[in-house]
T-cell receptor, first 113, second 110 residues
Framework: ETGVTQTPRHLVMGMTNKKSLKCEQH?????MYWYKQSAKKPLELMFV???????ENNSVPSRFSPECPNSSHLFLHLHTLQPEDSALYLC????????????FGPGTRLTVL | DQQVKQNSPSLSVQEGRISILNCDYT??????FLWYKKYPAEGPTFLIS?????DKNEDGRFTVFLNKSAKHLSLHIVPSQPGDSAVYFC?????????FGQGTELSVKP
């Protein structure tokens, strides 16, 4: 595997479910990001991790809980989501010193019923 | 309030012609700008960037222009090819994070 991978690619969940999104990067980067892309809206930065420490939490509701156990893996734990949380969730990674050039995964298309 | 705006949601161009994608921003503290391209079912991929101290950067068929006084940047693709059909996002760097526009869907017709 090369680049940034995300699983699952598609997820349908009810509002009472708990699920997790997984991201893995094989690029030797030390910064990882979660973005949300809703229809017709810009990509919204949710969380930034640098060297496994959270450095940014962009006013994201607590029903989204990130976890970064090491520099290669990033999770987004989901619980009691709302239908308006349905979106494409993208993971990205970069070198912390070159945070501008981010490499994105293919995304997880999430639908909350 | 959106700091990076792409006011054209879509653009259609004939193969071989020039495609011009536009982006406006409001924050004069942005020091780096980037363009990303996104195909369906894939994540965005980095295309080209420009520092705020420059007004032009060229890479093959792709050229980015920056007009700081107008707070405007544009991406020129010439000649356009059908494989360029994708959604193009401009982004501006603020500190350690990127702020993205809404994207413009480019369609290049054969």
């Amino acid at each position: 595997e090369t680049g940034v991978t995300q699983t699952p690619r598609h997820l349908v969940m009810g509002m009472t479910n708990k699920k997790s999104l997984k991201c893995e990067q094989h690029l030797g980067h030390n910064a990882m990001y979660w973005y949300k892309q809703s229809a017709k809206k810009p990509l919204e930065l949710m969380f930034v991790y640098s060297l496994e420490e959270r450095v940014e939490n962009n006013s994201v509701p607590s029903r989204f809980s990130p976890e970064c156990p090491n520099s290669s893996h990033l999770f987004l734990h989901l619980h009691t989501l709302q239908p308006e949380d349905s979106a494409l969730y993208l993971c990205a990674s970069s070198s912390w010193t070159s945070a501008d050039t981010q490499y994105f995964g293919p995304g997880t298309r999430l639908t909350v019923l | 309030d959106q700091q990076v705006k792409q006011n054209s949601p879509s653009l259609s161009v004939q193969e071989g012609r020039i495609s011009i994608l536009n982006c406006d921003y409001t924050n004069s503290m942005f020091d780096y700008f980037l363009w990303y391209k996104k195909y369906p079912a894939e994540g965005p991929t980095f295309l080209i960037s420009i520092s705020s101290i420059k007004d032009k950067n060229e890479d093959g068929r792709f050229t980015v222009f920056l007009n700081k006084s107008a707070k405007h940047l544009s991406l020129h693709i010439v000649p356009s090819q059908p494989g360029d059909s994708a959604v193009y996002f401009c982004a501006a760097k603020e500190g350690g994070k990127l702020i993205f526009g809404q994207g413009t869907e480019l369609s290049v017709k054969p």
